[in-house]
Nanobody
Framework: QLQASGGGLVQAGGSLRLSCAAS????????MAWFRRAPGKEREIVAR????????TYADSVKGRFTISRDNAKNTVYLQMMSLKPEDTAVYYC???????????????WGQGTEVTVSS
């Protein structure tokens, strides 16, 4: 199970940190990721991280502004979002799986989503 939290309303240029706490079977997965779905758009990957090595990748749209990190002792993954833009408005989902993919089919477990709204 994955429990996402930390969303909210923020002004453009502001920051938010999302958290995703993993429990149960998700302990054994090797990859954690954040996806988002903006109104009227498909779900897209934002960032992913390997649990053991810490290797990360980011969508071009968030590079330099977002940082994904993990605390394996707490079984928690974070998404630090800075310099937020109105186009970052979306429901953000954390996901866990064992394949290094950027598409949703690579992930077996999903959190419930947390909403981020960036006002201009």
């Amino acid at each position: 199970q994955l429990q996402a939290s930390g969303g909210g309303l923020v002004q453009a240029g502001g920051s938010l940190r999302l958290s995703c706490a993993a429990s149960g079977r998700t302990f054994s997965t090797g990859i954690m990721a954040w996806f988002r779905r903006a109104p009227g758009k498909e779900r897209e990957i934002v960032a992913r991280i390997r649990r053991t090595s810490g290797i990360t990748t980011y969508a071009d749209s968030v590079k330099g502004r977002f940082t994904i990190s993990r605390d394996n002792a707490k079984n928690t993954v974070y998404l630090q979002m800075m310099s937020l833009k109105p186009e970052d408005t979306a429901v953000y989902y954390c996901a866990a799986g064992n394949t290094w993919k950027i598409t949703t089919d690579g992930y077996d477990y999903w959190g419930q989503g947390t909403e981020v709204t960036v006002s201009s």
